[in-house]
């Protein structure tokens, strides 16, 4: 069974940095894509990053581009988000989903964390 | 980016009515079209994808069309698990986007 455990979130001070974490487990984490995706208290999804099944690649939203850095250690079956300068619009629960690409194309996220409160607030 | 726009932003229906959800783009994306059902609390949880194609588990009552910029989902007949706000999301290129969402209430 696909499992998908996010950690790392909590209160902190505009300004301030946050390392996300999300456990991977039921599937071979190396071989497949992976994404962060926020939801603002009352608001919407947002796709904020994502990265490669390797790690070579990754991609952000416009709104996080140079704030934040998605990574991972596939020897840990762990994917991270690196935020700083965190705003309070970045408040959201953060979710990480398991992604689905093949031949340079993605097209779906299939399995998805509960996700993790993020509070930016002084 | 890609835009998505989504309508209605709410509606309000009956068990047993069939639900009709548009999703526009603002340029095309072949069929990089996936939809999710989220209910209060809960992760969103995966539908269709590839425009139509119905993921796995997934009832047959949900289904969605479309390809380009225009797409629609379909909820045959309501059921009561199905009231859940539900989003489209566009994954043709990065940055990948959702729609701003279409709840779905109880008449």
């Known amino acids: 069974e696909v499992q998908l455990l996010e950690s790392g979130g909590g209160l902190v001070q505009p300004g301030g940095s946050l390392r996300l974490s999300c456990a991977a487990s039921?599937?071979?984490?190396?071989?497949?894509?992976m994404n962060w995706v926020r939801q603002a208290p009352g608001k919407g999804l947002e796709w904020v990053s994502a990265?490669?099944?390797?790690?070579?690649?990754?991609y952000y939203a416009d709104s996080v581009q140079g704030l934040f850095t998605v990574s991972r250690d596939n020897s840990k079956n762990t994917l991270y988000l690196q935020m700083s300068s965190l705003r309070a619009e970045d408040s959201a629960i953060y979710y990480c989903?398991?992604?689905?690409?093949?031949?340079?194309?993605?097209?779906?996220?299939?399995?998805w964390g509960p996700g993790t409160l993020v509070t930016v607030s002084s | 980016d890609i835009q998505l726009t989504q309508s209605p932003s709410f509606l309000s229906a009956s068990v047993g009515d069939r639900v009709i959800i548009t999703c526009r783009a603002s340029q095309g994306i072949s069929r990089y079209l996936a939809w999710f059902q989220q209910k209060p609390g809960k992760a969103p949880k995966l539908l269709i994808y590839a425009a139509s194609t119905l993921q796995s588990g997934v009832p047959s009552r949900f289904s969605g069309s479309g390809s380009g910029t225009e797409f629609t989902f379909t909820i045959s007949s309501l059921q009561p698990e199905d009231f859940a706000t539900y989003y489209c999301q566009q994954l043709n290129g990065y940055p990948f986007t959702f729609g701003p969402g279409t709840k779905v209430d109880i008449k």
């Open positions: 990265i490669t099944a390797s790690g070579g690649d990754t």
């Open positions: 039921g599937f071979t984490f190396s071989n497949h894509a």
């Open positions: 989903a398991k992604g689905y690409c093949s031949g340079g194309s993605c097209y779906y996220h299939d399995h």
